[in-house]
Structure formats: structure tokens, C-alpha cells
């Protein structure tokens, strides 16, 4: 079973920076994808970042020039690099991931198989 947990939450005012940390394990396979979420109380939870096992990533338009997603393959760790945070980005955020016959489908949010539990961010204005 494939397991992930979120590190890195907190709170910052606007204009800051976070990091956000998932550690995965038992993820193999030729190819796979890994990807942030977040998801506010009463809206549907919003896919913001994707990368694949080659490295090449996808970002959503809210978060584009400002978030960065990366991975450590020998740290086994997935991060989100979050700057020039605002209100609008309060949320809980979520790391997934996904084996796949293609890394084209990892921009696909609506199939990730593996959860973490979360880690709240909170801007404040």
C-alpha cells in the first residue's frame, strides 16, 4: 500500500513562503505521477500541480509563476514550493499519487488513487 504524509503547513501572511514536504513510500513502477491538491471547506477539491516520473510538470493557472513542485527521488519526497502566498491560497493541501501507463494523464487530477492525510495552510491578509 502506498503511503503518504504532508509536512510543512502553517501559518504566513501574505507575500510569504511555505513548503510544503510529502514523504511516499512503496511507490514503484516505471512510470507514475505525484501531484498537490488543496481544498477549502465547501468547494470541490482543486488539482495544482503535477509531475511525472521524468520530472516534467503541470501547474493550474491560479497557482502558475508562483508554485513549484518538485521531487527528491533518492529522499523519496514530493515538495511544493509556495511564494507570493495569498488569502485566496488558505486551504488544506493534499500530496497524491498515481501508477500510469503514460505521464500524460498525470495533469488528469480526477484519478488519483493514494492520499495523504493533509496540511493546512493559512494566509493571512
Known amino acids: 500500500q502506498v503511503e503518504l504524509v504532508e509536512s510543512g503547513g502553517g501559518s504566513v501572511e501574505a507575500g510569504g513562503s511555505l513548503r510544503l514536504s510529502c514523504a511516499i513510500s512503496k511507490l514503484t513502477g516505471p512510470t507514475y505521477c505525484m501531484a498537490w491538491f488543496r481544498q477549502t471547506p465547501g468547494k470541490e477539491r482543486e488539482g495544482i500541480a503535477a509531475i511525472d516520473s521524468d520530472g516534467d510538470t503541470t501547474y493550474a493557472d491560479s497557482v502558475k509563476g508562483r508554485f513549484a513542485i518538485s521531487q527528491d527521488n533518492a529522499a523519496n519526497t514530493l515538495y511544493l514550493q509556495m511564494n507570493n502566498l495569498t488569502p485566496e491560497d488558505t486551504a488544506m493541501y493534499y500530496c497524491?499519487?498515481?501508477?500510469?501507463?503514460?505521464?500524460?494523464?498525470?495533469?488528469?487530477?480526477?484519478?488519483?488513487?493514494?492520499w495523504g492525510q493533509g496540511t493546512q495552510v493559512t494566509v493571512s491578509s
Open positions: 497524491a499519487a498515481k501508477r500510469t501507463v503514460s505521464s500524460r494523464y498525470c495533469p488528469v487530477f480526477d484519478d488519483y488513487d493514494y
